[in-house]
């Protein structure tokens, strides 16, 4: 049986992408081309849809010019540019 992750674990990436691109000012298909994944996926992974690989979180994570920890860490309001 394949283990899945935990919830919280995907909505933390499902956010921190998602912000991450809005400061970027990239919309999900510009971070998909940047990333050379197909538009819907970006949307899967910010619905929490997904369970990227390890290299997809890298990739991630350099288009978007944070850390892979970044992405899988937890934002408080301080963290941000703007409103969460």
Do not use: W
């Not at 933390?12 to 998602?18: D, F, G, T």
């Not at 298909?29 to 970006?42: G, P």
């Amino acid at each position: 049986m394949p283990r899945l992750p935990s919830p919280s674990l995907r909505a933390v990436l499902a956010e921190n992408v998602r912000t991450f691109r809005k400061e970027n000012d990239l919309s999900q298909e510009e971070l998909a081309d940047r990333c050379e994944l197909h538009r819907t996926y970006i949307g899967s992974v910010e619905r929490e849809e997904r369970n990227v690989s390890l290299s997809t979180l890298e990739v991630l994570s350099h288009a978007l010019g944070v850390s892979v920890a970044e992405l899988l860490t937890l934002r408080t309001k301080n963290d941000s540019k703007g409103p969460l």
